[in-house]
């Protein structure tokens, strides 16, 4: 009898263990959960958002065949400029911007954010176009002007080096200008026009290849004006 008294009152002091463990170690997991959220909202400025919400954010360009393709074009392009050992927060901040925008914006403005994020992109990494005179000999722009990758922005015809190179109108170099010069909120509130990104959109098909020495292959499955 004494035997099995024994071995009850250890059996209830092995579960009493047990269940003392299980809810401790639920008190250690709750609290690293809430140290950790603390963390990232101190990463992110303070704003009071959990890692849970922020990637909800972009869940829909998983969702949309544009904004998927938008969306992974913008991440080649992150992966073929990005050098881990040279960070660069205008690219970095540039495609956030861009992602984000791309996950909530309606679908007629995906191409405009498109060529929002090539031209950020392209400053960031310190290849943007000159544009205001002649990219080879530097004089003024006047009469016809083409887009010359080769000599890195407008120039004249007889200048620009040999290569593929783009005729620009005066519509399309204005639309150029805007587009590389312009804060993010005055191209959101005045934006492009379809004309405008047609003509941007075939500039940076010469531009992006000869910036990156390839063709992105997701450049043929962009959404465009």
């Given at each position: 009898?004494?035997?099995?008294?024994?071995?009850?009152?250890?059996?209830?002091?092995?579960?009493?263990?047990?269940?003392?463990?299980?809810?401790?170690?639920?008190?250690?997991?709750?609290?690293?959960?809430?140290?950790?959220?603390?963390?990232?909202?101190?990463?992110?400025?303070?704003?009071?958002q959990d890692p849970f919400v922020r990637e909800?954010?972009?869940?829909?360009?998983?969702?949309?065949?544009?904004?998927?393709?938008?969306?992974?074009?913008?991440?080649?392009?992150?992966?073929?400029?990005?050098?881990?050992?040279?960070?660069?927060?205008?690219?970095?901040?540039?495609?956030?911007?861009?992602?984000?925008?791309?996950?909530?914006?309606?679908?007629?403005?995906?191409?405009?954010?498109v060529a929002f994020f090539e031209a950020r992109?392209?400053?960031?990494?310190?290849?943007?176009?000159?544009?205001?005179?002649?990219?080879?000999?530097?004089?003024?722009?006047?009469?016809?002007?083409?887009?010359?990758?080769?000599?890195?922005?407008?120039?004249?015809?007889?200048?620009?080096?040999?290569?593929?190179?783009?005729?620009?109108?005066?519509?399309?170099?204005?639309?150029?200008?805007?587009?590389?010069?312009?804060?993010?909120?005055?191209?959101?509130?005045?934006?492009?026009?379809?004309?405008?990104?047609?003509?941007?959109?075939q500039i940076h098909d010469l531009q992006i290849?000869?910036?990156?020495?390839?063709?992105?292959?997701?450049?043929?499955?962009?959404?465009?004006?």
């Amino acid at each position: 009898v004494l035997a099995l008294v024994g071995a009850f009152f250890f059996g209830v002091f092995i579960l009493i263990l047990v269940v003392g463990l299980a809810v401790l170690t639920w008190l250690i997991l709750t609290l690293r959960l809430w140290w950790l959220r603390r963390r990232w909202n101190g990463r992110a400025g303070g704003r009071g958002q959990d890692p849970f919400v922020r990637e909800d954010r972009l869940r829909s360009l998983g969702q949309d065949l544009d904004r998927y393709l938008a969306a992974s074009y913008v991440l080649e392009l992150l992966r073929a400029w990005t050098r881990p050992a040279l960070p660069n927060p205008p690219l970095y901040r540039a495609g956030l911007t861009t992602l984000g925008a791309l996950a909530a914006a309606p679908r007629g403005a995906l191409p405009a954010w498109v060529a929002f994020f090539e031209a950020r992109a392209v400053d960031a990494t310190g290849h943007r176009p000159r544009l205001d005179a002649c990219a080879a000999c530097g004089g003024e722009l006047q009469g016809a002007i083409v887009f010359s990758p080769a000599a890195g922005g407008l120039a004249h015809p007889d200048c620009a080096p040999p290569g593929p190179r783009r005729a620009v109108g005066p519509a399309a170099r204005e639309a150029l200008v805007r587009l590389y010069t312009a804060r993010i909120r005055e191209l959101a509130e005045a934006p492009l026009g379809p004309q405008e990104l047609r003509a941007v959109r075939q500039i940076h098909d010469l531009q992006i290849p000869h910036l990156l020495e390839r063709r992105p292959q997701a450049l043929a499955s962009i959404p465009r004006a």
